[in-house]
């Protein structure tokens, strides 16, 4: 039995994560926006950037190949080292918000004209194996993995800008 997914039903779900993802960032002051708790951790704009290269580069072509395509490799990323090669902690944080939304916008677009997708096709990289819905959950995932870091960070800046004042009373995180 092939699978079904509530495609619809997703799809709102990534235009709702996308506006959370922007009401997470906007607004954050330059240095918020650059900060990193560590060199080992990303900032809030380097967080944003990512996003947006995954929804161009990763999930939606990823997605594309496995639908459309599906004997052609994927094509290579390395998100890790993309963040300091493309320069992701020196770009404006509301352009890059911008290009988010405007390729979660095509992407939106580009899952809303699929016509019977098969959900069931599998792809083999030597990394990973998976079926096109594998690989639509994880891009709904991946959001809200994101959402979490964001979450964290502006917690983390918060608390060491609030130092050394208490903040046991709002409870423990």
Sequence with gaps: MPTK??????SRQMVSHAEAIDRLARGVSDEQAC????????SILEVINHLCDEEREDFRARLDIMLHNNDTPFPEIDPESRVAARGYNERALA????DF????RASIRWLADLRDPN??????QPNWRGTAAD???????HDILHMRQ?????WRYTME?????????????
């Design 119 to 124: 959900w069931d096709a599998i792809h083999e």
């Design 5 to 10: 997914l509530d495609l619809e039903f997703f």
């Design 150 to 154: 964001l979450v964290r960070l502006r």
């Design 35 to 42: 900060w990193k708790p560590d060199s080992c951790s990303w």
């Design 95 to 98: 352009k890059s918000l911008d």
């Design 161 to 173: 800008k609030l130092d050394p004042h208490k903040t046991d009373y709002a409870g423990s995180w």
């Design 101 to 104: 939304a405007s390729e979660r």
């Design 135 to 141: 690989m639509f959950a994880s891009w709904v995932a």
